[in-house]
Nanobody, 124 residues
Framework: EVQLQASGGGLVQAGGSLRLSCAAS????????IGWVRQAPGKEYEAVSC????????FYANSVKGRFTISSDNAKNMVYLQMNSLKPEDTAVYYC?????????????????RGQGTLVTVSS
């Protein structure tokens, strides 16, 4: 059974940091891109960041470049999203998603694997 278990969300003040974790199981980690999309209240899903385990490529949305860093621990089947300099507009439910490539993972999350979300709230 495929599972993507996200954790690490919470309430933080603007300018603060959080680290999200995604524990992946039930599929071959090395053949997938794993990343994060987010959904703010009343808005569509937004691609945030992704890492490809087949070639090491990464993707960052323009809105998070320079503030967020994605990384993975292949031995533990874990993917992390370090979020620094958080802004109120980063408030959303963050979902861990996976598919065979970065494009599919980020821009068609409904066609891949998606875990339950973790809520990030950034207060001003």
């Amino acid at each position: 059974e495929v599972q993507l278990q996200a954790s690490g969300g919470g309430l933080v003040q603007a300018g603060g940091s959080l680290r999200l974790s995604c524990a992946a199981s039930g599929f071959s980690f090395d053949n997938y891109a794993i990343g994060w999309v987010r959904q703010a209240p009343g808005k569509e899903y937004e691609a945030v960041s992704c890492i490809s385990h087949s070639d090491g490529d990464t993707f960052y949305a323009n809105s998070v470049k320079g503030r967020f860093t994605i990384s993975s621990d292949n031995a533990k089947n874990m993917v992390y999203l370090q979020m620094n300099s958080l802004k109120p507009e980063d408030t959303a439910v963050y979902y861990c998603v996976a598919n065979h490539d970065i494009i599919a993972t980020m821009f068609a999350p409904e066609h891949g694997y998606r875990g339950q979300g973790t809520l990030v709230t950034v207060s001003s």
